[in-house]
Nanobody, 129 residues
Framework: QLQASGGGLVQVGGSLRLSCAAS????????IGWFRQAPGKDREGVIC????????YYADSVKGRFTVSRDNAKNTFYLQMNSLKSEDTAVYYC????????????????????????WGQGTLVTVSS
């Protein structure tokens, strides 16, 4: 199971760090991803990490502002969001997929959300001006 947390209300230009704590899975064996769903829109990939290192996907809208990190010892990964904009307002979801098997790019993962068998419940981020 995944438990997402850290969402809240933040002003434009501010920062927020989301956390995704994993239980029942050993995070070190999984590729991670962050997705978001804005009101009235489909869920979209924000950052998806390849299972083979490199070839990760970052949505154009977040490049240079959002980063991911992971702490395998804590079985937790993070989404650091800086320079937030009103259009970043959304429910954010974390997800993991087993990392074994042939190399798969982050782009593929983000375009095939059903690849992820494990999802967090979502945490709401509201960016106000």
């Amino acid at each position: 199971q995944l438990q997402a947390s850290g969402g809240g209300l933040v002003q434009v230009g501010g920062s927020l760090r989301l956390s995704c704590a994993a239980s029942g899975v050993t995070l070190g064996y999984y590729a991670i991803g962050w997705f978001r769903q804005a009101p009235g829109k489909d869920r979209e990939g924000v950052i998806c990490i390849s299972n083979a290192g490199g070839d990760n996907y970052y949505a154009d809208s977040v490049k240079g502002r959002f980063t991911v990190s992971r702490d395998n010892a804590k079985n937790t990964f993070y989404l650091q969001m800086n320079s937030l904009k009103s259009e970043d307002t959304a429910v954010y979801y974390c997800a993991v997929v087993p990392g074994r098997g042939p190399p798969i790019s982050g782009t593929y993962y983000c375009n095939h959300q059903t690849s992820y068998p494990h999802w967090g419940q979502g945490t709401l981020v509201t960016v106000s001006s």
